[in-house]
């Protein structure tokens, strides 16, 4: 089965909207998608699920267009603090939690 | 209120040692879960309990990985005779029952040497 792939990296500037997408074609029909940031030395921490079309909390947005192969973390306005690695996590076809490949999102002034 | 904790923090093996780790979750948490995080990697999926019992250890690498959580709470993932290739970083998450929100520990870093 294919791997749950993301940009290695991405760079941006504080006030711009990043969006970041990742493709999971084997994601399971019956689970959510979820996202997480995680920066050096530290666990994961939850940012936003959802199961299909969109949902927006007061970080992120998340778009899952109808057939979920892929999904896009939309985070308006970074500041420098956003500098992370963002990964989305999806069940996949076997069952398993799988996370994509990781994207280094750089924020600069 | 207190997050997941693991400990320890940092441990070095040499290899053939067994190690410990060892997960406190949030209390009230059911579901907990451990992952397998090598240098520069996405996590990497290794065993789901709910309470005490282990659902799912598909993704232990090998018959030297061994997790428990006896009581629902605490868990311990123990690793017999250490390899290199067990270098990497080991995450716990729990949840609650039936969330999709994990929350993660800082993880322990293990270096076989």
């Known amino acids: 089965l294919a791997k749950t792939t993301q940009p290695i990296s991405m760079d941006s500037y504080e006030g711009q909207e990043v969006n970041i997408t990742c493709s999971h074609n084997?994601?399971?029909?019956?689970?959510?998608i979820t996202w997480y940031q995680q920066f050096p030395s530290q666990g994961p921490r939850f940012i936003i699920q959802?199961?299909?079309t969109k949902v927006t909390n007061e970080v992120a947005s998340l778009f899952i267009p109808a057939d979920r192969k892929s999904s896009t973390l939309s985070l308006p306005r970074v500041s420098l603090s956003d500098t992370a690695v963002y990964y989305c996590?999806?069940?996949?076809?076997?069952?398993?939690?799988?996370f994509g490949t990781g994207t280094q999102l750089k924020v600069e002034l | 209120g207190a997050g997941v904790s693991q400990s320890p923090r940092y441990k070095v093996a040499k290899r053939g040692q067994d190690v410990a780790l060892r997960c406190d979750p949030i209390?009230?948490?059911?579901?907990l879960f451990w992952y397998q995080q090598a240098l520069g990697q996405g996590p990497e999926f290794l065993t789901y309990?709910?309470?005490?019992?282990?659902?799912?250890k598909s993704g232990l690498p090998s018959d030297r990985f061994f997790a428990e959580r006896p009581e629902g709470s605490v868990s311990t993932l123990k690793i017999q005779r250490t390899q290199q290739e067990d270098s990497a970083v080991y995450l716990c998450?729990?949840?609650?029952?039936?969330?999709?929100?994990?929350?993660f520990g800082p993880g322990t870093r293990l270096t076989v040497t």
């Open positions: 998450a729990s949840s609650l029952a039936g969330s999709n929100e994990q929350y």
């Open positions: 309990f709910q309470n005490e019992a282990q659902l799912d």
């Open positions: 996590l999806v069940l996949d076809l076997e069952n398993k939690l799988t």
């Open positions: 209390s009230g948490h059911v579901s």
């Open positions: 959802g199961y299909k």
């Open positions: 084997n994601i399971a029909t019956n689970d959510y």
